[in-house]
C-alpha cells in the first residue's frame, strides 16, 4: 500500500507565495518521480510540474519562472514552491507518484489533494 499526502494549500492573495508538500509513504521500493498536478473546476486535470529520480524536473508554462519543484532532504518527499500566484492559478493540485512497491510492479498512485486559492 502506497500512500501520498499533500499539505501546504490556502488561500492566497495574488502576488503571494505558497508551499506546497507531498509525503509519499508506505511499501515503497523506489519512485521514479513525482509531480504535480491541479484541476481547476470545469477544466482537466493538468500538469504542473514533474521531478524525476535523476533530478529532471518539468514544467507547465504557466508556471515556469513562478513555480519550483524539489526534492526534501526527507525522504519521498517533494515541495512545490509557488511564487506571484494568480488568480488563475486556483485549483485542487494532486501530488502523483510514480512508485514501484515493494514486490514489483510500477503504478500510478495519486494523493488526496489541496486545495488552492488565490484571490484577485
Known amino acids: 500500500q502506497v500512500q501520498l499526502v499533500e499539505s501546504g494549500g490556502g488561500l492566497v492573495q495574488a502576488g503571494g507565495s505558497l508551499r506546497l508538500s507531498c509525503l509519499a509513504s508506505?511499501?515503497?521500493?523506489?519512485?521514479?518521480?513525482m509531480g504535480w498536478y491541479r484541476q481547476a473546476p470545469g477544466k482537466q486535470r493538468e500538469l504542473v510540474a514533474l521531478?524525476?529520480?535523476?533530478?529532471?524536473?518539468k514544467y507547465a508554462d504557466s508556471g515556469k519562472d513562478r513555480f519550483t519543484i524539489s526534492r526534501a532532504s526527507v525522504k519521498n518527499t517533494v515541495y512545490l514552491q509557488m511564487n506571484r500566484l494568480k488568480a488563475e492559478d486556483t485549483a485542487f493540485y494532486y501530488c502523483?507518484?510514480?512508485?514501484?512497491?515493494?514486490?514489483?510492479?510500477?503504478?500510478?498512485?495519486w494523493g488526496q489533494g489541496t486545495q488552492v486559492n488565490v484571490s484577485s
Open positions: 502523483n507518484g510514480d512508485v514501484v512497491p515493494n514486490g514489483g510492479g510500477r503504478s500510478d498512485y
Open positions: 521531478l524525476n529520480s535523476g533530478g529532471i524536473t
Open positions: 508506505g511499501s515503497i521500493f523506489s519512485i521514479n518521480a
